[in-house]
């Protein structure tokens, strides 16, 4: 790999998102070097990276996690990268993805691009084109992603950071609109007490503390999403976690 130094320019011109994170981007690679490579360069131009070797690994981390890109390597253990890429977009999974491969004839090429990649470059390939291409797939996801969630009649606006149900404006905090967000792109999904911990409140580990934070700010948030709704929208999974369900009560 080559021409890191090249691409240093381009982390200047960079979009902030839009709430102000470093974006993330899943490198799915079981060449270690490569891997490694991958990660320094980017988190130099300030990504947040998670690199994953397996095929399996990876598609648990795009079924828990949120990623703004993927960079995707074809020949991997467990599962490949086209069965990746396919269960993704069967399953409406819009990230962009990369694909990084040796596989460089035409037909492998179209292959890819048809099983749901966005972009496909060939090992061995310079940093300064991978940087490049990840940016143009970021600002691309950016051009067409909607900038509102709707569960049912519940509507979060993310650039003005605005909540309503049922018409009905809900005025939150930070932390508690941060925590709706995410429920909601979990919609029908138990998002455990250690997920939260990790990708809302960006701590480590789980603690007794913690947990009662989490508690105090479901409570809370429960309060304002039901009081003049009436039917419930966040629901305990005791001993797992929590799940948003904005179906009308039976």
Same mark, same amino acid.
């Given at each position: 790999?080559?021409?890191?130094?090249?691409?240093?320019?381009?982390?200047?011109?960079?979009?902030?998102?839009?709430?102000g994170?470093?974006?993330?981007?899943?490198v799915?690679?079981?060449?270690r070097?490569?891997?490694?490579a991958?990660?320094?360069?980017?988190?130099?131009?300030?990504?947040e990276?998670?690199?994953?070797?397996?095929?399996e690994?990876?598609?648990?981390?795009?079924?828990?996690?949120?990623?703004?890109?993927?960079?995707?390597?074809?020949n991997?253990?467990?599962?490949?990268?086209?069965?990746?890429?396919? @269960?993704?977009?069967? &399953?409406?999974?819009?990230?962009?993805? !990369?694909? %990084?491969?040796?596989? #460089?004839? +035409? *037909?492998?090429? /179209?292959?890819?691009?048809?099983?749901?990649?966005?972009?496909?470059?060939?090992?061995?390939?310079?940093?300064?084109?991978?940087?490049?291409?990840?940016?143009?797939?970021?600002?691309?996801?950016?051009?067409?992603?909607?900038?509102?969630?709707?569960?049912?009649?519940?509507?979060?606006?993310?650039m003005? @950071?605005?909540?309503? &149900?049922q018409?009905?404006?809900?005025? !939150?905090? %930070?932390?508690?609109? #941060?925590? +709706? *967000?995410?429920l /909601?792109?979990?919609?029908?999904?138990?998002?455990?007490?250690?997920?939260?911990?990790?990708?809302?409140?960006?701590?480590?580990a789980?603690?007794v503390?913690?947990?009662?934070?989490?508690?105090?700010?479901?409570?809370?948030?429960?309060?304002?999403?039901?009081?003049?709704?009436?039917?419930?929208?966040?629901?305990?999974?005791?001993?797992?976690?929590?799940?948003?369900?904005?179906?009308?009560?039976a």
């Open positions: 790999m080559s021409g890191a130094s090249a691409g240093a320019a381009l982390a200047r011109d960079r979009e902030p998102d839009r709430a994170r470093p974006l993330r981007v899943l799915v690679e079981d060449d070097k490569v891997g490694q991958l990660r320094q360069g980017l988190e130099r131009e300030r990504f990276v998670t690199v994953e070797p397996t095929g690994g990876a598609f648990f981390r795009l079924d828990a996690e949120p990623f703004d890109v993927v960079l995707l390597d074809l991997l253990p467990g599962r490949d990268g086209l069965e990746i890429l396919r @269960r993704m977009r069967q &399953r409406s999974m819009t990230t962009p993805v !990369l694909v %990084l491969t040796a596989r #460089d004839t +035409l *037909e492998d090429r /179209v292959l890819g691009l048809n099983s749901g990649a966005d972009d496909y470059v060939v090992k061995p390939f310079a940093f300064a084109e991978v940087l490049a291409r990840t940016h143009a797939l970021v600002r691309r996801g950016r051009a067409t992603a909607s900038i509102r969630l709707v569960s049912g009649d519940l509507e979060i606006d993310l003005s @950071r605005k909540v309503s &149900r018409g009905r404006p809900i005025e !939150l905090t %930070l932390r508690e609109f #941060d925590l +709706l *967000e995410y /909601v792109r979990h919609d029908g999904q138990v998002v455990s007490r250690e997920a939260l911990v990790k990708d809302v409140w960006k701590e480590t789980r603690s503390t913690l947990d009662n934070v989490i508690d105090v700010h479901m409570t809370r948030l429960r309060r304002k999403l039901e009081s003049d709704a009436g039917s419930r929208v966040i629901h305990t999974v005791r001993g797992v976690g929590f799940t948003l369900n904005t179906e009308p009560d």
